[in-house]
T-cell receptor, first 115, second 113 residues
Framework: DTAVSQTPKYLVTQMGNDKSIKCEQNLGHDTMYWYKQDSKKFLKIMFSYNNKELIINETVPNRFSPKSPDKAHLNLHINSLELGDSAVYFC??????????????FGAGSRLTVL | GESVGLHLPTLSVQEGDNSIINCAYS??????FIWYKQESGKGPQFIID?????DKRQGQRVTVLLNKTVKHLSLQIAATQPGDSAVYFCAEKGTSGTYKYIFGTGTRLKVLA
């Protein structure tokens, strides 16, 4: 019954490889996000989709390509992996909190290690 | 990119004492703020939020204070417990209609027994 689930939780790969991380939410939310968390715990927004449409695209190398087949799924594909891509990637979805405003609900994260 | 040059501030608090975690936000037009707690190996979890038309909001053992004049947000945790040990983030959302949530650098809270 996990609200936002990401797979895989851990991913270890060689430089130059291509890999994907998948995210699914069962909250019925329209908007989903990808955030990158570096070794200093800094959380940086990468992309956001609202109902399958890209609405936020931060300055991210075009080796990163998000795809949203439907509003419950947002996947992240990374081509030609580099050492600096090593981080924890968090998926989130946006829904209504107790105050009526929109809070982000995060997945547990996918730790990517590039060797 | 990477948070080069930034470090994660740490706040050490004795168990049972009150904790105050501070956050300076960047956009004076931000209209909504959230505090998140991140435990080791987990994703950030919602704690409490506040809209820009309020200056204080209370939850269970937590209070958020907003000072728009100096763009400052604080999270107060009453009677801090070992389970409160985590990294705490503030997040701000820009003006109405934007979907962008910007996170602060985070503060690590250590609860001493």
């Amino acid at each position: 019954d996990t609200a936002v689930s990401q797979t895989p939780k851990y991913l270890v790969t060689q430089m130059g490889n291509d890999k994907s991380i998948k995210c699914e939410q069962n909250l019925g939310h329209d908007t989903m996000y990808w955030y990158k968390q570096d070794s200093k715990k800094f959380l940086k927004i990468m992309f956001s989709y609202n109902n399958k449409e890209l609405i936020i695209n931060e300055t991210v190398p075009n080796r990163f390509s998000p795809k949203s087949p439907d509003k419950a799924h947002l996947n992240l594909h990374i081509n030609s992996l580099e050492l600096g891509d090593s981080a924890v990637y968090f998926c989130a979805s946006r829904g209504t909190g107790a105050s009526g405003a929109n809070v982000l609900t995060f997945g547990a994260g996918s730790r990517l290690t590039v060797l | 990119g990477e948070s080069v040059g930034l470090h994660l501030p740490t706040l050490s608090v004795q168990e049972g004492d009150n904790s105050i975690i501070n956050c300076a936000y960047s956009n004076s037009a931000s209209d909504y703020f959230i505090w998140y707690k991140q435990e080791s190996g987990k994703g950030p979890q919602f704690i409490i939020d506040i809209r820009s038309n309020m200056d204080k909001r209370q939850g269970q053992r937590v209070t958020v204070l907003l000072n728009k004049t100096v763009k400052h947000l604080s999270l107060q945790i009453a009677a801090t417990q070992p389970g409160d040990s985590a990294v705490y983030f503030c997040a701000e959302k820009g003006t109405s209609g934007t979907y962008k949530y910007i996170f602060g650098t985070g503060t690590r809270l250590k609860v001493l027994a």
